[in-house]
């Protein structure tokens, strides 16, 4: 076992795990429509499902808080795997829409383990230049997510989409082995910068709960905005696919998980790079930046009809910013508190991603297919309305 505080061997589980979870929540864009076609369910049941499957990912945040504070971050990451294992086998295995649904709970359970658990050893690894290396490490889930449709397609055309899910398990195994033979920080040190430009970081607090950290205002500013930002970000993962494929009449198994794709290139790279740009030009300014981006592209892509399908994959370029950028300026604000702080966030913004979901589905079913996907631009809107707010509370202090 390492005896070093900061062990190699973390950060390549840390790192490694983000890339798998890139590449089995990717599966998503290929296999959704895939699902829906072969059960035949209708718009508002696919919307139902990808709500409930947000809410799972919630639900699980929010477990993941009380297992790290009863048992730790390693036996929750421990948990992370059995999970997404057994998740990924029993879409193989079980028959029937139900049953697939339920596996498919199970993995998005997963994911929300894994939020947690990677925020909060980010916060206690991550003391230097938060925002970069908050970037790096999401970076390995775009690259996790460039792979994940490509090979979603590829195996779907050939033989099934059940075969995605099962073929995963080693992978999985790869990192879930040398997650045994390490040890994990129990605290961590203090983050050292201050939000620049809009303002200063907030002094120290004493250590508070996850319902203590519900009450504070700010927690909530930041969570609305968080939510918003995740549901423009993965409007496109959810329903892209089944937007070029029911209007346009594209293939899923091809085009489909081309543009998936070609978005998380996109947002790979923007992970690889985007920390330093954000270092120099500040958190929140480059979240403005982001958004307004996001708004242009939207804009163009839809008005493009189904030529969009080259233009839309440049918002995984800038919606990449958010996520990162925006924890990064949480763990800086709150400092001491940032993993307790950051998981409320996290909880409370899923709640309100899941609710955006299901309300792209309604979109869908009673609007047209046409429109579920292309409400992500007033998402978008919304998220500069929210940064306003969040920009103005931290400048006070």
């Avoid at 795997?81 to 295995?93: K, P, R, S, Y």
């Avoid at 008005?303 to 440049?314: D, E, F, Q, T, V």
């Avoid at 800038?318 to 949480?330: D, H, N, S």
């Avoid at 299901?358 to 009673?366: A, H, P, S």
Wanted: net charge positive; glycine share 8%; proline share 4%.
């Amino acid at each position: 076992m390492l005896k070093t505080s900061k062990p190699i061997l973390l950060y390549i589980i840390l790192f490694g795990a983000m890339f798998l979870v890139g590449y089995v929540e990717s599966f998503k864009g290929v296999s959704y429509p895939l699902i829906k076609s072969e059960f035949e369910i209708s718009y508002e049941q696919q919307g139902l499902m990808v709500s409930v499957l947000s809410f799972s990912y919630v639900l699980f945040c929010f477990i993941a808080g009380i297992f790290i504070a009863r048992l730790g971050v390693k036996k929750t990451y421990y948990a992370v795997f059995v999970f997404m294992i057994l998740g990924l086998a029993g879409t193989f295995f079980l028959p029937g829409y139900h049953f697939v649904f339920a596996a498919l709970f199970v993995i998005s359970a997963s994911f929300g383990l894994f939020e947690v658990c990677s925020n909060a050893l980010a916060s206690q690894l991550f003391t230097k230049r938060a925002a970069l290396l908050m970037s790096l490490l999401h970076f390995f889930y775009g690259a996790g997510s460039i792979f994940g449709p490509r090979a979603a397609g590829a195996l779907a055309s050939e033989t099934s989409w059940r075969y995605i899910y099962i073929l995963s398990i080693p992978i999985a195994l790869l990192f879930f082995i040398p997650s045994l033979f390490t040890r994990f920080p129990e605290s961590g040190g203090e983050i050292q910068e201050t939000i620049s430009p809009t303002g200063s970081g907030k002094e120290d607090h004493q250590k508070i709960r996850f319902f203590t950290a519900l009450k504070d205002p700010l927690v909530w500013i930041f969570s609305v905005v968080l939510g918003l930002m995740v549901a423009v970000e993965i409007s496109s993962a959810n329903w892209a696919g089944l937007y070029f494929q029911d209007v346009f009449g594209l293939d899923p198994r091809i085009s489909g998980a081309a543009f998936i794709s070609n978005f998380y290139i996109l947002f790979t790279i923007s992970r690889l790079v985007s920390g330093f740009i954000i270092e120099k030009t500040g958190y929140i300014r480059s979240l403005y930046i982001a958004s307004y981006a996001s708004i242009i592209v939207f804009i163009v892509g839809f008005a493009s009809g189904a030529n969009g399908i080259y233009i839309l994959p440049a918002l995984g370029f800038f919606t990449a910013i958010f996520w990162p950028t925006l924890l990064a300026t949480a763990m800086i604000y709150f400092r001491k508190n940032a993993p307790v702080m950051t998981s409320a966030i996290i909880v409370i913004a899923g709640v309100i991603n899941s609710g955006i979901q299901f309300i792209m589905g309604l979109t869908n079913r009673f609007i047209g297919p046409a429109w579920g996907y292309r409400s992500g631009l007033v998402y978008a809107v919304l998220v500069i309305l929210a940064l306003n707010l969040l920009a103005r509370r931290i400048k006070k202090g």
